[in-house]
């Protein structure tokens, strides 16, 4: 069977990394409506949440580095494959039993598959230039389009349980078949052993030595882009609803549509400039946007919160591309699979553990105390992490020979 070339099996990738994220955020516009369809209590929606993130965490986890062994395709396929099952399992759910189950599966599938993608995209990019881009843009544009799509389709589509994953299940079963035609990018070496077998899968979070000065620079980074991300999806539609009285789904996924597609668009534009030129955008504007966006909602002034998450999704985009750049460019070939699903267990456990933290406390100290909080935190890594990479790039022009290079582009910032 023939192959696909090289750069058309790139936009494949790059589609179903974009798909994966997008089945992730689906589900997220529908809880309202199996809440009041099955009543059950604010507590067991966070342990829908929180399943999805703990499945998806063991399989970064233990299979992370898998792809780097037997090759990007296989673990691909095992992906898809599962992803598949999990939409079978939400068309069937008829309650919380099979919702969280569907939503276990499908963390599995998406752990099994994000760090291999990412790597993927690097591997096939056509250059480091359109690889960064589509790197950072495709999780934004995934997450806006799941939220989106979803929440028109539960608003005005017929069957809104039930469209939203018979398009997703179709779409993922046309990208399985088409894996069959992209051609694989890493070097199978196999185990030498069934002892390195157990090693490689046993759960374990790691990145190689020469990337691990960048990794911990980057480290604030990664945090705090991912920490606001699940603050607008955990809590960025109790806000729309109870804040601003907007209780139309579609609307509502329009608003929460804007942090994200505004990540993307960024992500496109910044597209060339060095990692600590993003950063040095990304931070001020992340934490900016984040501010006005606290201010909309105290003062209880939509435009102003729409104008706020525009920017802070600006910042998302300069800030995470900039950290995932510096720390791809050191990265080797051979471990990319296993440095991305490091990245991917930071991010998330990030985007996850303050969103369950914030929707237990929600109820006990209320929905703008809680969001004050959270801005707070997402503040705190903001300025942490723009001071560390002002202070290591005021060391990098000091002493040029201390392993951190230093581009013509940063040198202009």
């Known amino acids: 069977m023939s192959r696909l070339h090289p750069h058309r099996a790139f936009w494949v990738i790059t589609t179903t990394l974009v798909m994966v994220l997008f089945a992730s955020a689906a589900p997220s516009p529908l809880y309202p409506v199996y809440q009041e369809l099955w009543g059950f209590s604010s507590f067991t929606l966070t342990l829908v949440f929180a399943i999805y993130v703990v499945t998806m965490l063991i399989s970064l986890l233990s299979v992370g580095s898998l792809s780097d062994h037997i090759g990007r395709r296989p673990?691909?396929?095992?992906?898809?494959?599962?992803?598949i099952v999990s939409m079978v399992?939400?068309?069937a759910a008829d309650g919380v039993g099979i919702l969280m189950a569907a939503r276990a599966l499908q963390g599995l599938a998406t752990g099994a598959a994000i760090g291999t993608l990412t790597a993927t995209v690097v591997d096939m990019q056509p250059s480091a230039k359109t690889g960064s881009a589509i790197s950072g843009a495709a999780p934004a544009i995934g997450l806006a389009g799941g939220v989106a799509v979803a929440g028109i389709l539960v608003q005005y589509a017929p069957a809104p349980r039930f469209l939203i994953?018979?398009?997703?299940?179709?779409?993922?079963?046309?990208?399985?078949i088409a894996?069959?035609?992209?051609?694989e990018t890493s070097e199978r070496v196999g185990f030498s052993s069934r002892r390195h077998v157990a090693t490689t899968l046993a759960p374990r979070a790691s990145v190689p030595a020469e990337v691990r000065r960048e990794f911990w620079i980057a480290l604030p980074a990664f945090i705090a882009t991912w920490s606001l991300g699940g603050l607008f999806l955990s809590l960025g539609s109790s806000v729309v609803a109870k804040v601003f009285d907007v209780d139309n789904h579609a609307q509502a996924g329009l608003l929460l549509f804007g942090f994200f597609c505004s990540a993307a668009i960024t992500s496109l534009l910044i597209t060339g400039r060095a990692p600590a030129s993003k950063l040095t955008f990304g931070y001020p504007a992340l934490a900016g946007g984040a501010v006005i966006s606290l201010v909309g909602v105290l003062a209880g002034n939509l435009p102003t919160y729409v104008v706020g998450s525009l920017i802070a999704g600006s910042g998302?985009?300069?800030?995470?591309i900039g950290a995932l750049d510096s720390v791809s460019n050191r990265t080797p070939a051979g471990q990319r699979g296993q440095v991305f699903s490091t990245v991917f267990i930071v991010s998330y456990v990030a985007f996850s553990v303050p969103a369950v933290i914030a929707g237990l406390l929600v109820g006990h100290v209320g929905l703008r105390e809680t969001v004050i909080g959270y801005v707070t935190y997402v503040?705190?890594?903001?300025?942490?992490?723009?001071l560390i990479t002002a202070r290591m790039r005021r060391l990098a022009s000091i002493r040029p020979d201390s392993g951190v290079q230093v581009s013509t582009a940063d040198a202009r910032v």
């Open 75 to 83: 673990v691909l396929a095992g992906a898809l494959a599962l992803l």
């Open 379 to 386: 503040l705190a890594l903001a300025v942490v992490g723009a």
């Open 89 to 91: 399992l939400f068309l």
């Open 179 to 183: 894996l069959l035609i992209v051609p």
């Open 316 to 320: 998302f985009a300069g800030t995470y």
């Open 165 to 176: 994953y018979e398009i997703t299940l179709a779409l993922y079963a046309v990208l399985m």
